[in-house]
Nanobody
Framework: QVQLVESGGGLVQPGGSLRLSCAAS????????MGWYRQAPGKERELVAT???????DYADSVRGRFSISRDNAKNTVYLQMNSLKSEDTAVYYC?????????????????WGQGTLVTVSS
């Protein structure tokens, strides 16, 4: 079964850092864009950062300069390094990937979501 598994969330003080990881499992895949989204209590899910298969990254204005997205294509893994964390960064963070089974060259890439990992920024 294809799935994305996130890890690295937790409780951190304002100004601190966390690194999230998200790995695809359940087979061998072709993966295009990967990204991180977040959803704070009472708010809609929002884009945090995306990265193409070639490594081009883009960020939401609210995190640009503090967060860094990267990926290891050999490991089918995407990372989110979060620095200078603020209380408003508190949310459940979800990873997302456009992917298809590697052998199915005829099929299109579809979006897959991870289960989410909670990041709490609080003193």
């Amino acid at each position: 079964q294809v799935q994305l598994v996130e890890s690295g969330g937790g409780l951190v003080q304002p100004g601190g850092s966390l690194r999230l990881s998200c790995a695809a499992s359940g087979g061998m895949f072709s993966i295009n864009d990967m990204g991180w989204y977040r959803q704070a209590p009472g708010k809609e899910r929002e884009l945090v950062a995306t990265i193409t298969s070639g490594g081009s990254a883009d960020y939401a204005d609210s995190v640009r300069g503090r967060f860094s997205i990267s990926r290891d294509n050999a490991k089918n893994t995407v990372y989110l390094q979060m620095n200078s964390l603020k209380s408003e960064d508190t949310a459940v963070y979800y990873c997302n990937a456009a992917m298809r089974p590697l052998a199915e060259t005829w099929s299109r890439h579809v979006e897959v979501w991870g289960q989410g990992t909670l990041v709490t920024v609080s003193s």
